[in-house]
DNA sequence: ATCCCTCTTCTTGTATACACGAAGAAGACA
DNA sequence: TGTCTTCTTCGTGTATACAAGAAGAGGGAT
């Protein structure tokens, strides 16, 4: 229906210079993470086609892109499959979040490279930011972090975050939207991890880290009640 | 996310229960990995159509995967580039690769893992391989190292593992066409690390995993002369 | 001769039509 | 009444047709 919106906030649908594939790409991915969808059952191409206003062709390809973002499964004959969130899964992607962060954070400080002042920036919008506006939070949260990983200056890193994106996003809407992140708290740690990183101080990032993503699997615990 | 692909020397023409899709995605991959698509260029989808025999359809769904995957790069109203390899991207590669292989072994010997007969099966499917099956070799090797990764029960660091296999598939064949890889010296790493993990010796295998890595950085130094 | 403009042509992006297979409903038989 | 079979229906998989933008050729002006 009216669901389409961007990251951004700003309303993006009426911008005509957006291919029909994006639409259908943003159109989909939101109403995935705002839980639109019943995971475990199958999203029907003509449906949301008619739903964003476009054919199914673009609407094919945006569930291909999802499905190789891990948002969805695809069966032969069968259609795209929503995922759900196991607490498995969670398990394992707190562990590798932990490894990539703790990586990033180790080689920024051994190799004393610059940190970007673009972390400050992020802080400073996410301050400015309405609590309200979940997708936007939870992009700036996902920019913070891949702007660390980012400045560890390993491309092939970055794109690893990035793959783990999809279901990190998901928990973390479902998060706000149930009322169990506090975002003053992630703020300060955001703070926190800007100055011992600027420091070098490997020993303080690496335990910042590993305490600011501990959030993770108690969010996950709670939610699961 | 990386599909199993039926591995080299079968004849995949004649299989008529395969996808057009699957079709499409196995053919252009054989391609791109035996460097018949020069790095830079575009692949055209009707041409790529015809060369298959199926539609366009099918043959733009492979190359969205093939993009997904990492061996392609999707320009908006030009089409997908090939992607070359760059010496700065696989030293990259190689530095999360290392991240993750040795993740993995610590785990298995910490957690005192059971690790799986799979290995020994797989150096001797490796040995029985003729050597001149390059796609056959490459996909044994990378099942070995799957199955290891694997063993850490982590089934998101499998995925990330996974998802590194594009650029590293196309350096171990330029590697095996060039003479440059010698295949005897990897199966006995690769036994000497299967008795390493087996008896959760965590400081032989994390030497052994990292020298044995460090077959690939030198493999590319090879390659560029 | 060089540069710029225009037009042609080719390729991708999108829509639609057709084919095949799967899931569920309805009916026959035990 | 329960189960097996068959048929209908619906949705994906694939092919094709149409639209629109980009690259390159060709001609004209400076």
Known sequence: MNGQQGSGGAETDAAKGISARERAYRGIRAKLLNGDFPAGGFIEEVAAAEAIGVSRSPVREALNRLAAEGY?????????????LNAAELRDLYEVRLMV???????????RRVVPAELTV????????????????????????QAIVAAAGNTVLV??????????????MLSLQQGVG?????????????AALS??????????????LDLMPRLVSALQR
């Open 199 to 212: 420091a070098h101080d490997e020993a303080a990032i690496v335990d910042l880290v590993k305490r600011h």
């Open 72 to 84: 969805l499964e695809l069966h032969p004959r069968r259609g795209a499959m929503v995922r759900g």
């Open 122 to 145: 992020l802080c400073e919008r996410h301050e400015a930011t309405s609590p309200d506006d979940f997708l936007d939070c939870v992009e700036i949260n996902r920019l913070f972090h």
């Open 101 to 111: 962060e703790t990586h990033a954070v180790r080689k920024i400080c051994r190799e």
């Open 182 to 194: 506090k975002t003053d708290i992630i703020e300060d740690e955001h703070r926190q991890m800007i």
């Open 159 to 172: 794109q690893v975050f990035d793959g783990l994106q999809a279901p990190l996003a998901r928990v973390a």
